[in-house]
């Protein structure tokens, strides 16, 4: 019997590695490994398995970018992005003044600025009861300045982008810009939680993105 690929899942902000949780349970056919960067009750966990096939949310796969050693076998950007904010060449990112003002409003009121984002992504009813403020500020500035657009052209393995047309997070031209050179597949009205809204259509492209790997 062949060994079972290893996803290796990245949550993005505001979130833990249950987030995943929709989408793994429906791939018992993989070994699988979450990230969770410890802004909730769980502690922080970095694992690090080289050949995975990594799976990346929102911040979560800029930061894999960052920090996940190399080889991977494949990679799939889920409401992702490599850039957030906006510079002269990536005109769709969002406006820098408008991530520093989410900054500074953190350090005044972090619940208050993590439950309009959390509402803001799709989730209906937040409970930040539980946030890490300190980690989730870190993080917050990380994805303010991060670039990992030329981290992303030297991937020597293939890229699935998967989005939502109406994601308020992460819009439809951003996603577009951002994945030009790679193939994206859109969700028809959905938002920035795919993996939460649309589990088993999350599942069945990392299926057939891995069916397609050597």
Do not use: Y
């Not at 690929?5 to 349970?25: C, N």
């Not at 799976?55 to 960052?66: E, Q």
């Not at 439950?115 to 009813?125: K, N, S």
Request: proline residues 8%; contains cysteine.
């Amino acid at each position: 019997m062949s060994a079972k690929r290893t996803l290796i899942f990245v949550h993005g902000w505001g979130f833990d590695s249950s987030f995943w949780q929709p989408v793994a349970e429906l791939l018992p056919e993989f070994a699988r490994v979450f990230v969770d960067f410890g802004f909730r009750t769980q502690p922080a966990h970095h694992p690090k398995v080289p050949g995975a096939i990594v799976v990346g949310h929102s911040m979560g796969f800029a930061w894999a970018l960052a920090n996940l050693p190399r080889p991977w076998a494949g990679a799939v950007a889920v409401n992702a992005f490599p850039r957030f904010t906006r510079s002269p060449d990536f005109v769709s990112g969002v406006a820098p003044r408008m991530v520093e003002r989410m900054v500074s409003r953190f350090t005044e009121d972090p619940a208050a600025v993590t439950t309009d984002f959390l509402r803001r992504a799709g989730v209906e009813q937040p409970n930040v009861d539980d946030i890490h403020s300190n980690t989730l500020g870190e993080a917050l500035e990380w994805l303010a300045n991060c670039d990992q657009r030329a981290a992303m052209r030297e991937l020597e393995c293939p890229i699935l982008a998967l989005a939502g047309t109406r994601d308020s997070i992460v819009p439809e031209a951003m996603s577009r810009e951002a994945f030009a050179s790679v193939p994206l597949v859109l969700a028809e009205g959905a938002d920035h939680l795919l993996p939460q809204s649309h589990p088993d259509w999350v599942a069945s492209q990392i299926r057939l993105f891995s069916a397609q790997l050597r």
